[in-house]
């Protein structure tokens, strides 16, 4: 079955594979924007573990906050070239994608700790999409594997301009056919934060696992984090999309959306009116995040808002520039969730977020483009002009 969806944009800068040095005769990972955005410090993410100095210059070793990433992990085929249609493209690129998969990538780059919970084929694209969680350092303990469905498939249209165009495989594909007992729960109680879409939300058994995975993480006192990730012609009607989306939306106590789910949500209300934007923050709210692309974010929460600038670059392909923004700013959360109370602090982390996706458009594909924490931090302190 081949569904079209128009797309949402963002920013961006070069990436980088993750970089090793040898240190004490280990291989670590660098992470040079600790936690949350202090250059005074460096931490080095061991193993899923944080080593910082303390001040008397004794290592002081603990566990890193977890990210957990529930939904969808699938293949995006994106156009070696821009501006054609998807008959004209003359070869496409494959890249592994999927919006919870992308974030769980992108924490883990930014030197953070994260898992993924989904379900893939048992083929040869779904071994390739765990290799590359495990290649990334992402806990993938809670990925299951289906004997009789595909792993799901996107081939990308790419205009000019770098914005996107879908065509969705999935008839049904694996990630709709995970089951509530198929859940790690032990790995989502163990979680800071628990991330997910409404992809998920859309065709049983998913739903119910999606409702359950959520309610677990609830109860044990996790923060949920909700990017809608609105993909219109795969739920039966626009109604339906708006209806599900909502369904969860007093649950989440963070939110990050996009103007154009603001004006779908609201019924074609002006995305960039302030009053229009709080009918959206519930009283459970923590945050509340609308990306504006190149423009940068605005930011909600009960006590402040504003809105935080976003890096000009040329965007080659804003494919998962939302899904780095996301890991951006959660990376940091994990890390200090009273970031939420301290404006400056959540501005500086709003930078960093924005850096993150602006540097993902710059390149084809999600996942190869995210960048590392330390390409980041040299993107700040040295825009690209």
Not at 107 to 130: N, Q, T
Not at 135 to 146: A, H, I, P, S, W
Not at 342 to 350: I, T
Request: net charge negative; with cysteine.
């Amino acid at each position: 079955m081949a569904l079209h969806c128009a797309s949402f944009g963002f920013t961006t800068v070069p990436s980088n594979p993750p970089r090793s040095v040898n240190f004490s005769q280990s291989s670590v990972k660098t992470s040079v924007f600790p936690s949350p955005l202090s250059l005074s410090n460096i931490r080095l993410k061991v193993q899923g573990k944080t080593k910082a100095m303390t001040g008397n210059g004794t290592p002081e070793t603990k566990e890193s906050p977890l990210v957990v990433c529930f939904g969808e992990m699938l293949i995006d085929f994106v156009p070696t070239i821009s501006g054609v249609s998807l008959a004209d493209a003359p070869a496409f690129k494959k890249a592994p994608g999927g919006a919870p998969a992308n974030v769980a990538v992108g924490i883990s780059r930014l030197g953070g700790s994260s898992a993924f919970i989904g379900k893939v084929g048992e083929d040869e694209f779904g071994y390739m999409l765990a290799d590359i969680l495990k290649e990334n350092n992402v806990n993938k303990q809670g990925m299951r594997f289906d004997p009789g469905a595909r792993t799901a498939l996107a081939f990308v249209t790419l205009r000019s301009d770098g914005e996107r165009e879908f065509m969705f495989y999935r008839n049904p594909s694996a990630d709709m056919l995970l089951q509530e007992d198929e859940l790690d729960l032990d790995l989502i109680r163990k979680a800071k934060i628990f991330h997910y879409g409404s992809i998920s939300l859309i065709t049983e058994p998913c739903k119910s696992a999606h409702i359950a995975a959520t309610k677990a993480a609830k109860e044990a006192g996790v923060v949920l984090s909700y990017d809608p990730n609105l993909r219109l012609p795969l739920w039966p009607s626009a109604e339906s999309a708006r209806e599900g989306i909502l369904s969860i939306w007093d649950t989440a106590d963070i939110i990050k959306i996009s103007e154009e789910e603001i004006s779908f949500l609201t019924n074609g209300e002006d995305p960039y009116d302030d009053t229009v934007v709080r009918k959206l923050f519930h009283s459970n709210l923590k945050l509340l995040l609308v990306t504006e692309g190149a423009e940068g974010c605005r930011y909600y929460t009960k006590e402040f808002s504003g809105r935080v600038k976003g890096m000009k670059v040329d965007a080659v392909d804003t494919t998962g520039a939302g899904d780095a923004f996301v890991a951006g700013i959660l990376s940091q959360l994990a890390s200090d969730l009273s970031l939420l109370q301290k404006e400056e602090q959540l501005r500086d982390s709003l930078k960093f977020a924005n850096a993150c996706g602006a540097l993902t458009v710059t390149e084809r594909g999600a996942i190869p483009a995210l960048p590392t924490k330390e390409t980041v931090l040299n993107a700040i302190l040295k825009p690209v002009s």
